[in-house]
């Protein structure tokens, strides 16, 4: 409900100047309230004319209606619009706010939203209203110092950010789920561990569940490791929908890879995948599919992709306009280019575009003397041309892979191997004997992350 109560004393000349304007506390009014069962919290906050005469509210209006979840009481009368309130001049009126939420109605939207538009002297101001709906862990611009574990039990909800601190340790058990507001980055710059396995994988992915929103890539910033985070490690992990997937940062300061991922899927993300800059990645039996451009390996560094898929076909979401795979040894910043050494490996892997703007699915860029070698074994791709400063063995040139199938008007896609896909038992025997979904691979592997049995 809200309440408005008007100061008693009243003066009789009224300022209707534009430039006598009436404020507000603040723009937005939370209700972070954890609910465990159906329940409602009421607040309150103060519109306050600071002028000498007073001014009168033409218009206060919950723009919701009746079907909003935030309900509206003007002196005593129930209603979602009211008209000419005035207030004294140096005075204010209270404005309650009540909130009903069912924490346990799984097609409720984690955050409930809504807003008050207040009237006056042809100005407009707007109290935004949010409230907590469905039970989960929110955590609004939180830092992380120490050791932190978090289960399935409820999901996650970030608002405005989180940062696993420096020598802290967040670890992520089996069937956890994250979801991650369009201001809230999810930045790591000590170590993050994820445990999913086949059966419960670990999600990322955008905050908002409703049609249409929740397929929208570039729903919510994406994963930062940063300069002092090292040991990271993911493992049958779901990242979805993020502008940037995963965002690697400076070299490991220690000898292990700065992040390893073990059967792990970016997917529909706008921008770029996994974005690698002079650092180290070890990825396994990963698949990296319709990203604005899947992988960027820049100022160098260090990696190694044994039985990847790395795929994108143009939907409506995102347009295929670039490369699958970029590396190059350099950087450019403020004009100036600086270089590091590159060493990229990539094994039993799958390069693959669909065909359109883009000619070279695979690019090699080196400037200056700093060493640029990436190396593609068994591996599949499309390019017209070569890349430079690569070798390659084993590798089939421009041979579609054919996914068992890609519907892009029903957003579907299933990119194991069909049938008489030339990347079957053209692998090379690796560490990795089982595939993404588990499946043991026998003799020769196929190429990518799943093997055709």
């Known amino acids: 409900m809200v309440f408005i109560t008007v100061a008693s004393c009243r003066k009789d000349t009224l300022n209707t100047s534009a430039d006598a304007k009436l404020t507000l506390a603040n723009d937005s009014l939370h209700f972070d309230t954890v609910f465990t069962s159906a329940g409602s919290v009421t607040k309150y906050f103060l519109i306050k004319n600071e002028n000498r005469q007073k001014i009168r509210i033409s218009n206060i209006q919950l723009m919701g209606g009746v079907a909003s979840n935030f309900k509206m009481n003007v002196d005593g009368s129930p209603g979602v619009q009211f008209s000419n ?42 109290k935004q209203l949010e ?91 994406g994963i930062y490791f940063r300069g002092s985070s090292i040991n990271n490690q993911l493992t049958y992990t779901y990242v979805r929908n993020a502008y940037q997937g995963m965002v690697v940062e400076k070299p490991s300061n220690n000898s292990n890879p700065k992040l390893t991922l073990n059967n792990c899927v970016l997917d529909n993300i706008y921008d770029i995948g996994l974005f690698g800059i002079s650092t180290n990645i070890v990825a396994n039996n990963c698949l990296i599919s319709n990203c604005g451009n899947n992988i960027a390996l820049v100022y160098g560094g260090t990696y190694q992709f044994t039985h990847c898929t790395v795929v994108s076909i143009s939907n409506s979401y995102v347009q295929h306009k670039n490369p699958v795979l970029t590396a190059s040894n350099s950087i450019k910043q403020n004009s100036q280019i600086y270089t590091a050494p590159l060493n990229a490996i990539f094994t039993n892997s799958i390069l693959w575009g669909s065909e359109g703007f883009v000619e070279n699915e695979v690019v090699v860029q080196k400037d200056g003397s700093a060493a640029a070698a990436v190396s593609f074994s068994n591996v599949l791709f499309r390019s017209k041309t070569d890349p430079s400063f690569s070798t390659f063995s084993n590798v089939i040139r421009n041979t579609d892979p054919l996914f068992d199938s890609v519907d892009v008007v029903k957003q579907y896609y299933n990119f194991h191997l069909k049938t008489g896909s030339p990347a079957i038992n053209k692998g090379t025997v690796t560490p990795l004997l089982t595939d993404f979904d588990g499946k043991a691979r026998v003799g020769l592997p196929d190429l990518g992350c799943y093997e055709k049995q």
């Open 85 to 126: 309130i005035d207030i004294e001049g140096n005075d204010s009126i209270y404005v309650f706010v009540n909130v009903n939420v069912n924490p346990n109605a799984a097609n409720q939207p984690f955050i409930i939203k809504d807003s008050i538009k207040i009237e006056s002297n042809g100005n407009t101001k707007y």
């Open 131 to 221: 409230a907590w709906g469905q039970n989960a862990n929110y955590i609004r611009s939180t830092i992380f110092r120490g050791n932190f574990t978090w289960t399935k039990d409820k999901p996650y909800v970030i608002l405005g950010g989180m940062v696993v601190d420096t020598n802290a340790v967040l670890t992520i058990q089996p069937g956890a789920r994250i979801y991650l507001n369009a201001d809230a980055p999810f930045i790591v710059d000590g170590t993050l561990i994820v445990n999913g396995t086949k059966s419960d994988s670990v999600v990322f992915k955008g905050n908002r569940l409703d049609e249409p929103y929740k397929n929208y890539p570039g729903s919510w910033p």
